[in-house]
């Protein structure tokens, strides 16, 4: 079983940046995609963003489009989610993901995430 720990929330004014990283470990798969959902206050999770275990395709919701970027090093160790242009919208604990398929498209839950980390905006 993987284990994801997530690091790099905090809290920023809007229009802000911050870096959340992603570190796996355990048990891996031969082909899987990494990535983040969200959970705000009072609401269900939301996917954020995916990549893909070679790091050559991404996925983004329309929220995270244009301010948002996922990368990832070699192997499952480290994924990043570059936040740019932060809105009061996106406070939430944001959670790192890994499955070995394109769960968002189905409207289903990750095989796996961490504990999350705690990103607030203000405005």
């Known amino acids: 079983q993987v284990q994801l720990e997530e690091s790099g929330g905090g809290l920023v004014q809007a229009g802000g940046s911050l870096r959340l990283s992603c570190t796996a470990s355990g048990s891996t798969f031969s082909s899987y995609y990494m990535g983040w959902l969200r959970q705000a206050p009072g609401k269900g999770r939301e996917f954020v963003a995916a990549?893909?275990?070679?790091?050559?395709?991404?996925y983004y919701a329309d929220s995270a489009k244009g301010r948002f970027n996922i990368t990832k090093g070699a192997a499952k160790n480290p994924v990043y989610q570059q936040m740019n242009y932060l809105k009061p919208e996106d406070k939430a604990v944001y959670y790192c993901?890994?499955?070995?398929?394109?769960?968002?498209?189905?409207?289903?839950?990750?095989?796996?995430w961490g504990q999350g980390t705690q990103v607030a905006v203000s405005s």
């Open positions: 990549i893909n275990w070679n790091g050559v395709s991404t």
């Open positions: 993901t890994t499955d070995q398929g394109n769960w968002w498209a189905y409207g289903s839950s990750p095989q796996s």
